[in-house]
């Protein structure tokens, strides 16, 4: 395995500026922001893009992995995570759209794995949402596998603020509903960008998803989660982790790493783990962002070769 990091938490810095440090401080691979360049950036991190998909020529893409390739690195996945079954048709199509692109750049870097969210019409039931999935969806993935590239779904609820609250905005959140998907699209360029950290909190064994869904996780995210247990008490199980999942870096939280890495490995995962650091007590600053990454590090690198 090699240890990667997601470049969206440097939105100060270039692609270049971010190989330079990665590679000096131990990181093998970059999964690569993409949303689209100069987009706004609605919440926090999303709207970075450190390659521009839209635009993005042959001899561009030759030029960043030849960057990377002199500092050691490879590009693990290209990353954009929107809502792909948005309500507002107009805005739905603009991501798709977009999507295609990323999938398209994907293949110009010669990176076989785009990291998105199914999305979610937070109106729907799961059921409805799952019909409204099984029309969007397979020519999305039919489109990726044309081009030789793997769509890797993260399962995140994207529940963290009113506005997403009660339904979230991504589907994919637990195995059932996985299953579902794998059936409605059983494509082998479709699968998992496995984060252990939405799983922690919804008490779903996160051993055990790696070896019942081990075929399906293309990219693995590194992210921790610490349960405020004055949250949750104050809250209670019904606020979907709203007051109380708290994401952190790895090794601060409640993921034991060591076994989780042994898991994948055991389940013949031999791709990057991608450090997502979403730890607002390691933001703010650049110094404080690197700070993280390097506690991160610390964390997963003893378990990883």
Same mark, same amino acid.
């Given at each position: 395995?090699?240890?990667?990091?997601?470049?969206?938490?440097?939105?100060?810095?270039?692609?270049?500026?971010?190989?330079?440090?990665?590679?000096?401080?131990?990181?093998?691979?970059?999964?690569?922001?993409?949303?689209?360049?100069?987009?706004?950036?609605?919440?926090?991190?999303?709207?970075?893009?450190?390659?521009?998909?839209?635009?993005?020529?042959?001899?561009?893409?030759?030029?960043?992995?030849?960057?990377?390739?002199?500092?050691?690195?490879?590009?693990?996945a290209?990353?954009?995570?929107?809502?792909n079954?948005?309500?507002?048709?107009?805005?739905?199509?603009?991501?798709?759209?977009?999507?295609?692109?990323?999938?398209?750049?994907?293949?110009?870097l010669?990176?076989?794995?785009?990291?998105?969210?199914?999305? $979610?019409?937070? $109106?729907?039931?799961?059921?409805?949402?799952?019909?409204?999935?099984?029309?969007?969806?397979?020519?999305?993935?039919?489109?990726?596998?044309?081009?030789g590239?793997?769509?890797?779904?993260?399962?995140?609820?994207?529940?963290?603020?009113?506005?997403?609250w009660?339904?979230?905005?991504?589907?994919?959140?637990?195995?059932?509903?996985w299953?579902?998907?794998?059936?409605?699209?059983?494509?082998?360029?479709?699968?998992?960008?496995?984060?252990?950290?939405?799983?922690?909190?919804?008490?779903?064994?996160?051993? $055990?998803?790696?070896?019942?869904?081990?075929?399906?996780?293309?990219?693995?995210?590194a992210?921790?989660?610490?349960?405020?247990?004055?949250?949750?008490?104050?809250?209670?199980?019904?606020s979907?982790?709203?007051?109380?999942?708290?994401?952190?870096?790895p090794?601060?939280?409640e993921?034991?790493?060591d $076994?989780?890495?042994?898991?994948?490995?055991?389940?013949?995962?031999?791709?990057?783990?991608?450090?997502?650091?979403?730890d607002?007590?390691?933001?703010?600053?650049?110094?404080?962002?690197?700070?993280?990454?390097?506690i991160?590090?610390?964390?997963?690198?003893?378990?990883?070769?």
């Open positions: 395995m090699k240890l990667g990091l997601l470049t969206a938490a440097f939105p100060m810095l270039t692609l270049e500026e971010i190989a330079v440090w990665a590679s000096a401080n131990g990181y093998q691979a970059l999964e690569i922001a993409a949303w689209p360049a100069g987009s706004a950036t609605e919440r926090r991190y999303a709207g970075v893009s450190h390659l521009d998909a839209a635009t993005l020529t042959q001899d561009q893409a030759d030029a960043i992995v030849a960057l990377l390739a002199e500092h050691n690195l490879t590009i693990s290209l990353a954009y995570y929107p809502n079954l948005h309500p507002d048709l107009a805005h739905r199509a603009e991501v798709n759209g977009h999507l295609r692109q990323v999938i398209q750049a994907a293949a110009l010669h990176v076989d794995v785009v990291g998105t969210f199914v999305g $979610r019409d937070p $109106r729907k039931n799961v059921a409805d949402n799952l019909a409204l999935f099984g029309e969007v969806w397979p020519e999305l993935v039919r489109f990726a596998g044309k081009h590239v793997k769509i890797a779904i993260e399962n995140c609820p994207m529940i963290f603020s009113d506005d997403e009660p339904g979230g905005l991504n589907l994919a959140y637990a195995p059932t509903i299953r579902e998907m794998f059936s409605i699209i059983p494509d082998t360029n479709f699968g998992l960008n496995l984060d252990p950290s939405h799983l922690l909190w919804q008490h779903i064994d996160y051993l $055990r998803v790696v070896e019942d869904f081990s075929a399906r996780i293309f990219h693995v995210h992210k921790d989660m610490e349960i405020n247990r004055e949250g949750l008490y104050q809250h209670g199980v019904l979907l982790g709203m007051g109380w999942q708290v994401p952190r870096l090794g601060l939280g993921i034991q790493w $076994r989780f890495i042994s898991a994948l490995y055991a389940a013949g995962y031999n791709n990057v783990i991608s450090v997502e650091h979403e607002r007590a390691f933001e703010g600053t650049e110094e404080q962002i690197k700070r993280g990454f390097l991160a590090r610390n964390a997963l690198i003893p378990s990883i070769v």
